[in-house]
């Protein structure tokens, strides 16, 4: 979908913020357990270790034997367990610039996009896969709403474009190559460094493939193209009419 834009901002911030809760409880129990000065404990990747030796307890070890000793100091923690609540992050907007390219055949209207590349800026990307995907069916739901989606009522006020049937939704063969690139600017508004990237797709599709439709029909004098550029609309306007 295009929504979730600050999802990753949101829940990325608190996971951030209580995770080095846990380090500090982390650190605290493991000087106990390892037997060394809370100063002294480091972590990295998912251990517990005293500086410059190579005693060490991993996190999930270190949870279970607080969850089960039974002789634990009174100033030790008895788990790693945090409640926390994160306080709304500022907004952190995205910046990109997406290139449609589309052909236009004159003689039955047929608008195809051809290629379609993207150039983001979200910040922090934690799921790449993620994020392309977002950007790929936003632009999908952009081609759709500029060639092909409508909302049809006769006469008495019925809608007769109520299905799949009738109602033109984008379908793979609509999908055109896409070229994804990121080029980050970390944000200073939340941990992560994450900016919203849900509405990004279609946000930028619509404008995109406009352009490239008026774009490729100037030559017939067209500088203006209302949407959906259904193939009866571009015909009319590529042949005069």
């Known amino acids: 979908g295009t929504g979730g834009s ?21 650190k605290r129990a493991a000087s106990h357990l390892l037997e ?8 990295s990747r998912g251990a517990f270790a005293v500086a410059g030796t190579d005693r060490s307890i991993g996190v999930i070890e270190l949870a279970k034997r607080l969850r089960t000793a039974t002789n634990l100091p009174e100033d030790c923690p008895k788990s790693l367990d945090v409640s926390h609540v994160h306080k709304a992050s500022p907004s952190a907007y995205p910046n990109g610039c997406h290139v449609a390219e589309v052909e236009v055949d004159p003689e039955t209207g047929m608008v195809a996009v051809v290629r ?3 150039m983001n800026d979200f910040g922090t990307v934690v799921n790449p896969m993620i994020v392309e995907g977002q950007g790929h069916g936003g632009v999908m739901q952009a081609i759709g709403q500029a060639l092909l989606e ?5 006469d008495e006020g019925q809608l007769i474009t109520g299905s799949f049937a009738d109602y033109a939704m984008p ?4 999908a055109p190559p896409f070229a994804v690139h ?6 200073k508004t939340n941990p992560l460094g994450a900016k919203g990237c849900g509405e990004a797709g279609c946000a930028g599709g619509l404008p995109s493939v406009m ?14 193209v209302n ?5 009866e609309v571009v015909w009319r306007l590529a042949n005069g009419m």
């Open 182 to 187: 990121n080029r980050p600017t970390i944000t």
């Open 36 to 43: 060394a000065a809370v100063s002294d404990i480091e972590f």
């Open 227 to 231: 949407m959906p550029a259904t193939p």
């Open 116 to 118: 379609y590349t993207l």
């Open 6 to 26: 600050k999802s990753t901002m949101a829940s990325g911030s608190a996971f951030i913020e209580a995770s080095e809760q846990v380090i500090e409880i982390g």
């Open 150 to 154: 409508r909302v049809v009522f006769d």
């Open 171 to 174: 379908r793979a063969e609509e």
């Open 211 to 224: 352009n490239a439709l008026v774009d490729a029909l100037k030559e017939r004098g067209v500088s203006h």
